[in-house]
């Protein structure tokens, strides 16, 4: 849709893209001073979180430390890649839309 919304017609959009990726920078925890966090495992739950995975894991919180900035160290990237299909192609040469 951004690319129709600068005026690039369809009709070049479908050969030359072919993959769609979006990406997010997380923080990345201080690995010498995080500190397990007890969440309450209702509010795992609702937040999408399996029972299977919960007797498993652990949860960190920042502590802070003289290595690191308030608990965090560097950053990490997380990508979310959507090849184009040629079903995407049809949809975007018949004028489809995102919504």
Partial sequence: ???VNMGVPAHNITPTVSLIVAQRLARRLCGSCKAVHDLPQEALLEAGFKQAKLDSMKIY??????????GYKGCTGIYQVMPISEAMNAIILNGGNAI
Avoid: A, F, I, T
């Fill in 1 to 3: 849709m951004r690319l």
């Fill in 61 to 70: 919180k920042p502590v802070g430390c003289d290595q690191c900035n308030n």
